[in-house]
């Protein structure tokens, strides 16, 4: 089994930043890639900023120039540094990661970390 753990949440006034952390532990062969989503009440899931190996990363229109992702692969470790932010920001924040092992490849999803941002 593969377990992803967020952490790094909390409230913030505008203009001001956070660190995500999300962890992947069990069994894992290699990483594809990782991202972090976010869903907002009332809205859809939508992605916020993806690391995939080999590739540089890609991030929402509503985030570049604020959030940087970044990856430690070592430790399986990803972040999203969230900077200037707004209270359109606020939302539920995952962890996703594509994670093979044995040859399978599959979908993995964290439980979620709160970011409020208030004006």
């Known amino acids: 089994q593969v377990q992803l753990v967020e952490s790094g949440g909390g409230l913030v006034q505008a203009g001001g930043s956070l660190r995500l952390s999300c962890a992947a532990s069990?069994?894992?062969?290699?990483?594809?890639?990782m991202a972090w989503y976010r869903q907002a009440p009332g809205k859809q899931r939508e992605l916020v900023a993806r690391?995939?190996?080999?590739?540089?990363?890609n991030y929402a229109d509503s985030v570049k120039g604020r959030f940087t992702i970044s990856r430690d692969n070592a430790k399986n470790l990803v972040y999203l540094q969230t900077n200037t932010l707004k209270p359109e920001d606020t939302a539920v924040y995952y962890c996703?990661?594509?994670?093979?092992?044995?040859?399978?490849?599959?979908?993995?999803w964290g439980q979620g970390t709160q970011v409020t941002v208030s004006s």
């Open positions: 996703n990661a594509l994670i093979s092992w044995n040859g399978v490849t599959r979908n993995y």
């Open positions: 069990g069994r894992i062969s290699s990483i594809d890639s």
């Open positions: 690391f995939t190996s080999g590739a540089s990363p």
